[in-house]
């Protein structure tokens, strides 16, 4: 599993852009020379995600780019349609980058996987935040595994680690 003070490793993730094209977007144009809040979560659209953990990421985007944030990255194992539309309801747009793993083959790479097969989800990201800075994680916080809450994870706790 990914720890403080690794280097994130190469890969790419999907956006589907404003034009309707979906592209390939790497890991270095996410993270070169920047400095993320890199937010992975279950699923879009799941309860949990989308009604506690996001939104509050959507309200405090402004005020955790103040404090010398370049962007923030919302992870799922999703595909980029999904992803998409998951943004515009959310009315993140502008505010967050919605990034599809649709095959979790990035979420595997972070060591953050979670075998969800049982409840009919597949293989999953676990809940997590992460500030990075030029492609190296500076801070990781993991909910509980097991637990369906936002305790540690939130954009709350993010902007006090800011």
């Not at 690794?6 to 920047?34: C, H, I, M, Y």
């Not at 992870?75 to 959310?90: G, I, P, Q, R, T």
Request: glycine share 12%; with cysteine; hydrophobic share 45%.
């Amino acid at each position: 599993m990914i720890k403080i003070g690794d280097k994130l490793p190469d890969g790419f993730l999907r956006v589907k852009d404003s034009d309707g094209n979906a592209r390939k977007v790497t890991t270095d144009e996410l993270f070169a020379g920047q400095k993320v809040v890199l937010v992975g979560v279950p699923g879009a659209f799941t309860a949990t995600c989308h009604k506690a953990h996001i939104p509050r990421f959507v309200a405090n985007a402004e005020a955790i780019k103040a404090k010398g944030v370049d962007r923030i990255v919302v992870m799922a194992v999703n595909d980029h349609h999904v992803m998409k539309v998951w943004d515009e309801a959310l009315c993140g747009a502008g505010k967050l980058d919605f990034l599809s793993d649709g095959s979790a083959t990035y979420t595997k790479a972070l060591g953050v996987d979670i075998d969800r097969t049982e409840a009919g989800m597949g293989i999953r990201a676990r809940r997590f935040s992460m500030i990075v800075e030029d492609g190296v994680v500076k801070r990781i916080n993991l909910e509980p595994e097991g637990g369906s809450g936002v305790t540690v994870t939130g954009a709350e706790a993010m902007l006090d680690q800011l």
